[in-house]
């Protein structure tokens, strides 16, 4: 069945780097596109970045342009976000995302395949 694993969430100072990322089983990685998306204490998931399936067009949510980068590896079946520039407000848990859409989605509506999650906590 298809498994996305998150991973290289945990706690870092305001300013600090993290970088997350996807592994991907039981689905041929490169037919997808890829999300992150997050959710903070009380709030609703919302979209944060995503990758088209050949990782040559991106997109991001306004607050994190310029901070995050999402990448991919589809010899390794692996997306990724590279976070930099950490604020508290991005404390959240991140889940990564699978749409067999061939353009880019910023809803979770279209997304198929959903990830555990990993938390991202940054602290002051």
């Known amino acids: 069945q298809v498994q996305l694993v998150e991973s290289g969430g945990g706690l870092v100072q305001a300013g600090g780097s993290l970088r997350l990322s996807c592994a991907a089983s039981?689905?041929?990685?490169?037919?997808?596109?890829m999300g992150w998306f997050r959710q903070a204490p009380g709030k609703e998931r919302e979209f944060v970045a995503t990758?088209?399936?050949?990782?040559?067009?991106?997109d991001y949510t306004d607050s994190v342009k310029g901070r995050f980068t999402i990448s991919r590896d589809n010899a390794k079946n692996t997306v990724y976000l590279q976070m930099n520039s950490l604020k508290t407000e991005d404390t959240a848990v991140f889940y990564c995302?699978?749409?067999?859409?061939?353009?880019?989605?910023?809803?979770?509506?279209?997304?198929?395949?959903w990830g555990q999650g990993t938390q991202v906590t940054v602290s002051s």
């Open positions: 039981g689905l041929t990685f490169s037919n997808y596109g």
């Open positions: 990758i088209n399936w050949s990782g040559g067009a991106s």
């Open positions: 995302a699978a749409t067999f859409s061939t353009i880019l989605r910023r809803t979770r509506i279209g997304y198929k395949y």
